[in-house]
Every structure is written in C-alpha cells, then in structure tokens.
C-alpha cells in the first residue's frame, strides 16, 4: 500500500511553483508501548475528561481556552483560528536560500521527505532539487502544520527533497545557565595529543544499524519471557571502577583500543539471525502450552 501523505500543496519559489505531497521520514511504531490496566481486573483504562464541578463530561462539550493569567481563560472558537489562517496553509513559499552547514542542529526538530505530486511536477520539482544541491544550499520556507505556522528548511535528498520543521528560537534555551560556571582551562599539549589518538583509533564510518537501542532490545526480550511463563532475567548494572588519574586513563584505553571496524566495502559481516516478531512470539507460546493437553488425549 502507497504511504499516505501528511501535508499536500504546493513549493514556491518566485513565479515558478510545483505541487507536492510531504510525508514523515521517521515512524515510533515499532517502538514498545505500555497500556494502563486495573491491578485486579487487567482491564484496560479509559482516560475520560472530568470537570472539577461537573464530573464526566462530554468530548464534544470541549472547548479551548488560552490562560492569560491564573486561572484566567479566553474562549477559542474556530472562527478564531479560522480568521487568521495565512497563505502557508497550502503553500511552501521559499523566503531565503542559505548554507548547509548554517542551520545548527539545536534548532532542527521534525523530519520529512518531500516528493512531487504527479507526473506534471516531475520536471519543475527536479530542477529546484539540482539547483539546491549545486548550490549546496537549504531553502528557508513557512508551513502550516496542525493549525501552526512553523519555519522549515528544504534541500536535496536522494532523488527527492528533505524538509526540516525548525525550532522556534524562544524554545532554545541558553547556554549561559549551563556552561558559564565551566572555568576557561588549557589541556596540557601532551593529554591532548593522547586525546586525539585514542579519537583516531575509534574512527570508523557510521552506520546507524551498529547502534540499536540496546533497552528496547532488552525489553523485547524480557516480554518474550514473561510470554512463554519464565520470570524476567534482569542483568545486574556494571560496577563502577575507581576514579583514575586523566592522563592514566588515555595512555590506557590507547594501550587497549583496538583497531576501528573495516567498513563494509572491505568486509561484509555476517547478516544478523532474523528475530520473531512479538506476534510469531505469542503464536509459539500458544502452541507450546497446547501441547502437554495434546498428549493427555494421547494417554
């Protein structure tokens, strides 16, 4: 089944515009989610609204409030929001190109993958892509999404274009609360120079598949166990060392760190054995605990 489109309209750039469908480029799916269930009945919790005066009440008696002091609200109908929708709703229009490398990371937030949206938008949408990764420049454009204008930035990706939702600068804090009690010190040149070799030593290509999330395996695997009747085998946390002189510890970890990984064009590793799924999982426990009945009808 083709993926659905989160955002469709249309890319802007002077007089020239393309129509396109925007999608997310990351999905939490896969992650392992919890339900809240009653202790006893392990049925699952309904989360109702509740009015402190009223007690439950109805979803559709639900209306927005702004606080504007405590405990201080004005209504917010949708006539409202509705008035002050803008042109962004529908349309990416580009205000500025800049470089790669000057949207710093504090302020990159949602990803999405940007295509053309029919044949007709090919040949105009693949001519702002090339012009962009020429330049090696990123498109700075505001976007609607959930009834909010948010500053985006667009570039080259692959055969498609890469938008990025940016952070509003008031939700970056400072660093001047956090860094400024850190005292201005110059390394030795010798601790230094260790430093960078221990650093050279580690280097290999990334690869995001050599850094799962070693938790959620866990959790998974602790799941599976508790599927087929077994307590959980927890792994008790590691001892921490004693505290080690700087200089002690690089001209160590350099005497035992060992040579970075081959990339993958020189060595090929061996394709990792496929895990069950967590359905395959409760179809095997389900069969496992058929089978001692199986055997009484035997007897």
């Known amino acids: 089944m083709a993926p659905r489109a989160s955002w469709k309209g249309y890319i802007k750039l002077s007089l020239v515009s393309c129509p396109v469908k925007m999608y997310p480029a990351t999905s939490a799916s896969e992650r392992i989610t919890f339900n809240q269930l009653h202790k006893d009945t392990h049925n699952r919790i309904n989360m109702k609204p509740v009015d402190p005066e009223l007690g439950l009440v109805e979803r559709s008696d639900l209306v927005k409030g702004y606080e504007y002091e405590d405990k201080q609200y004005i209504i917010i109908d949708e006539s409202d929001l509705e008035a002050v929708r803008i042109e962004s709703n529908h349309t990416m229009n580009i205000e500025a190109f800049v470089d790669e490398d000057e949207v ?15 044949a007709m938008a090919e040949e105009t949408f693949a001519v702002l892509r090339e012009a962009m990764r020429q330049s090696g420049k990123l498109a700075i454009a505001r976007l609607v999404l959930t009834n909010r204008e948010r500053v985006i930035t667009i570039g080259a990706r692959e055969n498609g274009m890469f938008v990025t939702v940016l952070r509003n600068p008031s ?17 030795e040149a010798e601790m230094l120079q260790l430093a960078e070799k221990l650093i050279e030593q580690k280097v290999k290509p990334f690869d995001p598949k050599d850094y799962e999330d070693r938790y959620e395996v866990a959790l998974m695997q602790m799941i599976r166990e508790k599927l087929k009747g077994h307590k959980p085998i927890i792994a008790a946390a590691p001892e921490r060392g004693n505290v080690i002189n700087l200089m002690d510890a690089l001209k160590a970890s350099l005497g035992q760190a060992k040579p970075a990984a081959p990339s993958k064009a020189k060595a090929e590793p061996a394709a990792p054995a496929k895990k069950p799924s967590l359905k395959e999982a409760v179809a095997a426990s389900k069969a496992a605990a058929a089978k001692p009945a199986a055997a009484k009808k035997k007897a």
């Open 104 to 118: 710093d990371v504090i302020y990159q937030d949602a990803p999405y993958y940007l295509a053309p949206d029919g």
């Open 171 to 187: 939700e970056v804090r400072g660093t001047a609360e956090y860094f400024g009690n850190i005292p201005e010190v110059k390394p």
